[in-house]
């Protein structure tokens, strides 16, 4: 069955720290993947996807992602961290049905 | 352009009361779905469809019904309320199934 994994529910990293997200995925075939951020409150917004090609995606407000197929991982990672990326980040499978199959997500907290 | 709409925004029930969250999209999507968010579950799929006239059950479809008349509009009924329904429910629409996921701001709903 499909699944997503992400090890880590609470992460703190200090103001222009690195950050790397993991997410391991589950699934047979060549996955769709994506990275969701949602802040308090909010909706669910795309960071950045992956359907073929180019294995280092690039996504919005400096983030990245790369697709390593021998690990089934999908890891999200950002250079430097600014306060206003503190939110909940989703990482996400395509599934079957044509729907998301979402890991149970990554609170990231910023220390000023 | 208001991309995706859910009303209400917040409500609250009693158990056994019905009620209807509305979604709309002005994107002719063709492929809307509900998911539900719980703390810690990250968000499951209640159910889909893939275009006017054409719905099916997701992960979690019991105690909902959908219907889908119209491109626009993928009403999710509660045909009696229980307090396991307590969540906040979230609207997604997109072009084709394996597209990019738009999602609306979510209902929060609190069934007592």
């Known amino acids: ?112 | 352009n208001a991309g995706v709409t859910q009303t209400p925004k917040f409500q609250v029930l009693k158990t056994g009361q019905s009620m209807t969250l509305q979604c709309a999209q002005d994107m002719n999507h063709e492929y809307m779905s509900w998911y539900r968010q719980d703390p810690g579950m990250g968000l499951r799929l209640i159910h889909y469809s893939v275009g006017a006239g054409i719905t099916d059950q997701g992960e979690v479809p019991n105690g909902y019904n959908v219907s889908r008349s119209t491109t626009e509009d993928f009403p999710l009924r509660l045909l009696s309320a229980a307090p396991s329904q307590t969540s906040v429910y979230f609207c997604a629409t997109s072009w084709t199934a394996t597209d990019t996921q738009y999602f609306g701001p979510g209902t929060r709903l609190t069934v007592l």
């Open chain 1, 1 to 112: 069955a499909q699944s997503v994994t992400q090890p880590d529910i609470h992460i703190t990293v200090s103001e222009g720290a690195s950050l790397e997200l993991r997410c391991n995925y589950s699934y047979g075939a060549t996955p769709y993947l994506f990275w969701y951020v949602q802040s308090p409150g909010q909706g669910l917004q795309l960071l950045l996807k992956y359907f073929s090609g180019d294995t280092l995606v690039q996504g919005i407000k400096g983030f990245e992602a790369e697709f390593k197929r021998s690990q089934s991982s999908f890891n999200l990672r950002k250079p430097s961290v600014h306060w206003s990326d503190a939110a909940e980040y989703f990482c996400a499978v395509g599934g079957s049905q044509g729907n998301l199959i979402f890991g149970k997500g990554t609170k990231l907290s910023v220390k000023p």
